[in-house]
């Protein structure tokens, strides 16, 4: 299977048909079906890393201040608990928690509902570990590769520029409209994705002082590196939804693919 770092944007994305949208619904299209999705997402931050372990997730509005057709959205995708205990011994010796409590954040089904609106495939949520540095992250995703072959798509849901505090909203829907730091880190950042330099996203002082503005917290930026560490040599790296909106959001999306 393929490997993906969306740029999922707008919880209104879910309900919404634009560009973004329709690169969403292409991706279920082009690629073949899988047995079962992970999602790493940027809204489930934990202290220790987590697996939803449940048979039923629950759809989670986790946000504020949208029209009430947004909070009518279910995703009423199957879990998958033993995918969720597979997870858990690949990735030893990480330690990693079965959990029944979360479900399926707005990361995780603003996208997938899109991808596979019939909700037919089973999904399971990996956390993020906030306490752990970039490099943590980087090799314990390394250990989800070999489920790649096993017909399970993994999925880093993000943004890889995400500043809310200098948003414009005038220009929310317009494409290519930002900031000159989040230009600049977007074409740092996406140079250094396409010819696999990864150790320099990982160690972001590289990426030069813009990058504090462009990423003022890694919440968003943690699921490009977890897609990123599952390339491995035979994989082509594409970019898709390239594109800065609202002046400090980038929706760049990532694809890695066999050659």
């Known amino acids: 299977m393929p490997a993906f770092f969306i740029g999922h944007g707008s919880p209104m ?35 220790g890393t987590k697996v939803t372990a449940m048979p039923n997730p629950r759809t989670i509005h986790d946000f504020g201040g949208f029209p009430r057709p947004l909070f009518e959205v279910q ?10 205990k597979t997870t858990q011994e690949i990735l030893r010796p990480f330690e990693v ?3 029944e409590h979360w479900g399926l954040d707005h990361g995780s089904w603003t996208v997938l509902r899109h991808i596979y609106p019939e ?8 956390s993020i570990d906030y306490s752990q540095p970039l ?10 590769a070999s489920l790649r072959h096993q017909g399970v798509l993994i999925i880093g849901s993000g943004n890889i ?15 290519d409209h930002g900031y000159d730091w989040a230009f600049s880190i977007r074409e740092k950042v996406n140079e250094r994705i396409l010819e696999g330099n990864f150790q ?4 972001v002082q590289q990426l030069g002082k813009d990058f504090t503005m462009a990423v003022p917290s890694y919440d968003h930026y943690l699921p490009l590196i977890y897609s ?18 609202g002046g400090s959001l980038s929706m760049t999306s990532v694809k890695i693919s066999a050659s």
């Open 13 to 47: 994305n879910a309900i919404e048909d634009n560009e973004f949208v329709q690169q969403f619904k292409k991706l279920g299209e082009d690629i073949p079906t899988p047995q079962a999705i992970i999602c790493i997402s940027a809204h489930w931050l934990t202290q």
């Open 75 to 84: 995703y009423p995708a199957p879990g998958n608990p033993e995918l969720a």
């Open 97 to 99: 928690e079965l959990d």
């Open 119 to 126: 909700a037919n495939i089973p999904v399971i949520e990996l």
């Open 135 to 144: 490099s943590f992250h980087f090799d314990l995703a390394k250990r989800l």
């Open 161 to 175: 520029v995400h500043n809310l505090r200098y948003v414009d909203f005038k220009y929310i829907n317009h494409l």
């Open 200 to 203: 320099d996203l990982i160690n």
């Open 228 to 245: 990123l560490a599952l390339k491995d040599e035979q994989d082509e790296i594409e970019l898709f939804n390239d594109y800065v909106i």
